[in-house]
């Protein structure tokens, strides 16, 4: 059974980065594609990143281009999302996710394993 857990959430202002972790436990973590999803209450989750089991592949939703990072490390079995530029509509909880089944994937549905999520929430 794959785990995961996030960290790195945070109160912040805009214009500020924040760094989120997500530690992998079971499974096996180089042949698993990892995302980062957000949802804000009431509206449907989202994908914000995504990158395949090598890390060769990534994937950015449009709003977060050119200021938002994702990566992995395959020894710490860590993925990671570096968030800079922060602006006030990036206020969400974060979550990573993971499956096995595809390369990469931006589609929520395609993700078989989900953390609890950790709170962003960016002042003005």
């Known amino acids: 059974q794959v785990q995961l857990v996030e960290s790195g959430g945070g109160l912040v202002q805009a214009g500020d980065s924040l760094g989120l972790s997500c530690v992998v436990s079971?499974?096996?973590?180089?042949?698993?594609?990892l995302g980062w999803f957000r949802q804000v209450t009431g509206k449907e989750r989202e994908i914000v990143a995504a990158?395949?089991?090598?890390?060769?592949?990534?994937y950015y939703t449009d709003s977060v281009k050119g200021r938002f990072t994702i990566s992995r490390d395959n020894a710490e079995k860590v993925v990671y999302l570096q968030m800079n530029s922060l602006k006030p509509e990036d206020t969400a909880m974060y979550y990573c996710?993971?499956?096995?089944?595809?390369?990469?994937?931006?589609?929520?549905?395609?993700?078989?394993?989900w953390g609890q999520g950790t709170q962003v929430t960016v002042s003005s």
């Open positions: 996710a993971a499956t096995s089944d595809y390369t990469i994937t931006n589609m929520t549905g395609n993700y078989n394993y």
């Open positions: 079971g499974g096996h973590f180089s042949t698993l594609a």
């Open positions: 990158i395949s089991w090598s890390g060769g592949m990534t």
